[in-house]
């Protein structure tokens, strides 16, 4: 069920702008903030228009906000079809016709509150000089309490889920686009493109052309489709050597927890606890045929090696590569050192991977690190992930295609 273009767009300042046969369209800006490891986006909201940053979570079902003043906010109803979208179905408070309240979740903070569903006014920045798309988007004002555990400057969440109203799927809905959008993360800027249907024009043919796709798998929870992106692992390898394992834990459809989930929420990839004990082994015993040195772990890490024997390369330090094997032994997610290591201090680089218990509520967690300098194509219309190898391959990174670098280019 769509949400109603009622309320569509209110202004389109400027869309597409072409410059030496590229074609630029609309970004959001992203930072990622050195004490949470949280991953910020910019956008601009209400009226008088302001700037706000809101902490990124790939599988949020929605946007929700500590709402300031704005003239243009308009409360939406309970027993509306923008009600019923967001909260999946009838049993909603206050459905004898009062306000729509919904539920917002903080996965940084692990908070949960009620809140107020609203239309308001929100911009997104276009790469052209001085012009955005405004639209009224649907999203929900919370409690200032829900705030707890953002980074300093966050006044909510930006949730990019597979749902209807997403900040990708109603901007999608608005003007007209195929659903998709794709995000490239670094350590200091990245960018979402809530619409990224000519790759070619955002991050040139070399980087769109050899995207490797899998599928996106659906998960039932509740008797809904959940927000969160999942794939499909098959198996696990360190250094062309396949893990043993419980098969089992792969299986998205297992009861205990099983699958694998992307997530900006959890800084460093996270394994059952079986899998990472035998990821680990495989790893240590890997890094001695290759003469690293162990030495005393860091928290939060088990694992780490001391950097003087390390041979450092433009992907990364020099160690054991690690493979996610999806649909197929053709379909390979591989990890460089880049994204499977992270410097801890001058002497030590650690394994950034996380045991994530016994049960957790998925076998296999893909970290914000992991998704660094790495471009993702979520296409919502073929429930399909195409996933770059590390940009730096290329002595390239996500940093590159803010706004302020990618106008550059265009001068």
Same mark, same amino acid.
């Not at 606890?273 to 939060?300: D, G, H, Q």
């Not at 390239?396 to 550059?408: D, H, M």
């Given at each position: 069920?769509?949400?109603?273009?009622?309320?569509?767009?209110?202004?389109?300042?400027?869309?597409?702008?072409?410059?030496?046969?590229?074609?630029?369209?609309?970004?959001?800006?992203?930072?990622?903030?050195?004490?949470?490891?949280?991953?910020?986006?910019?956008? &601009?909201?209400?009226?008088?228009?302001?700037?706000?940053?809101?902490?990124?979570?790939?599988?949020?079902?929605?946007?929700?906000?500590?709402?300031?003043?704005?003239?243009?906010?308009?409360?939406?109803?309970?027993?509306?079809?923008?009600?019923?979208?967001?909260?999946?179905?009838?049993?909603?408070?206050?459905?004898?016709?009062?306000?729509?309240?919904?539920?917002?979740?903080?996965?940084?903070?692990?908070?949960?509150?009620?809140?107020?569903?609203?239309?308001?006014?929100?911009?997104?920045?276009?790469?052209?000089?001085?012009?955005?798309?405004?639209?009224?988007?649907?999203?929900?004002?919370?409690?200032?309490?829900?705030?707890?555990?953002?980074?300093?400057?966050?006044?909510?969440?930006?949730?990019?889920?597979?749902?209807?109203?997403?900040?990708?799927?109603?901007?999608?809905?608005?003007?007209?686009?195929?659903?998709?959008?794709?995000?490239?993360?670094?350590?200091?800027?990245?960018?979402?493109?809530?619409?990224?249907?000519?790759?070619?024009?955002?991050?040139?043919?070399?980087?769109?052309?050899?995207?490797?796709?899998?599928?996106?798998?659906?998960?039932?929870?509740?008797?809904?489709?959940?927000?969160?992106?999942?794939?499909?692992?098959?198996?696990?390898?360190?250094?062309?050597?396949?893990?043993?394992?419980?098969?089992?834990?792969?299986?998205?459809?297992?009861?205990?927890?099983?699958?694998?989930?992307?997530?900006?929420?959890?800084? &460093?990839?996270?394994?059952?606890?079986?899998?990472?004990?035998?990821?680990?082994?495989?790893?240590?015993?890997?890094?001695?045929?290759?003469?690293?040195?162990?030495?005393?772990?860091?928290?939060?890490?088990?694992?780490?090696?001391?950097?003087?024997?390390?041979?450092?390369?433009?992907?990364?330090?020099?160690?054991?590569?690690?493979?996610?094997?999806?649909?197929?032994? %053709?379909?390979?997610?591989?990890?460089?050192?880049?994204?499977? %290591?992270?410097?801890?201090?001058?002497?030590?680089?650690?394994?950034?991977?996380?045991?994530?218990?016994?049960?957790?509520?998925?076998?296999?967690?893909?970290?914000? &690190?992991?998704?660094?300098?790495?471009?993702?194509?979520?296409?919502?219309?073929?429930? %399909?992930?195409?996933?770059?190898?590390?940009?730096?391959?290329?002595?390239?990174?996500?940093?590159?295609?803010?706004?302020?670098?990618?106008?550059?280019?265009?001068?």
């Amino acid at each position: 069920m769509a949400v109603p273009q009622s309320h569509s767009l209110l202004l389109l300042i400027c869309f597409f702008s072409f410059f030496h046969g590229r074609t630029f369209s609309l970004v959001i800006p992203v930072t990622k903030d050195s004490v949470t490891n949280q991953y910020l986006a910019s956008v &601009y909201h209400g009226s008088p228009i302001k700037p706000i940053h809101l902490a990124v979570d790939l599988g949020g079902p929605s946007l929700w906000m500590a709402c300031g003043s704005s003239t243009s906010s308009r409360t939406i109803q309970s027993r509306s079809i923008q009600c019923v979208a967001a909260t999946g179905d009838g049993s909603r408070s206050g459905s004898g016709g009062g306000a729509c309240e919904v539920v917002a979740r903080n996965p940084f903070g692990a908070l949960v509150g009620k809140a107020l569903l609203v239309e308001d006014t929100v911009a997104v920045r276009a790469l052209a000089r001085s012009t955005a798309a405004v639209i009224v988007a649907v999203h929900s004002c919370a409690p200032r309490f829900l705030l707890q555990g953002l980074a300093k400057s966050a006044k909510g969440i930006l949730g990019l889920g597979r749902n209807q109203i997403s900040l990708p799927a109603q901007i999608a809905t608005e003007l007209g686009f195929h659903r998709r959008f794709s995000v490239c993360l670094s350590s200091t800027n990245g960018v979402v493109f809530p619409e990224s249907g000519s790759q070619d024009s955002v991050y040139g043919s070399e980087i769109s052309n050899s995207l490797t796709y899998t599928p996106i798998l659906t998960k039932i929870i509740d008797g809904s489709q959940s927000a969160e992106y999942f794939i499909n692992v098959k198996a696990i390898k360190v250094d062309g050597n396949r893990l043993v394992l419980d098969k089992s834990l792969l299986d998205l459809d297992s009861e205990d927890g099983g699958g694998t989930r992307l997530s900006t929420v959890v800084p &460093y990839t996270a394994l059952e606890s079986s899998i990472f004990k035998s990821l680990t082994a495989a790893f240590r015993e890997a890094a001695r045929a290759m003469n690293m040195k162990e030495v005393a772990p860091v928290a939060s890490f088990e694992v780490c090696f001391a950097s003087e024997n390390m041979e450092m390369t433009a992907t990364g330090p020099k160690v054991p590569k690690i493979e996610l094997i999806l649909q197929s032994e %053709m379909v390979r997610w591989k990890f460089d050192g880049r994204n499977s %290591m992270v410097k801890v201090n001058d002497e030590t680089f650690c394994l950034a991977i996380v045991d994530g218990g016994l049960k957790p509520k998925n076998a296999v967690v893909l970290g914000g &690190y992991q998704m660094e300098d790495i471009v993702l194509d979520f296409d919502m219309g073929s429930s %399909m992930l195409g996933f770059s190898s590390s940009l730096l391959q290329r002595k390239r990174s996500c940093s590159e295609f803010s706004p302020e670098n990618l106008l550059k280019s265009t001068e």
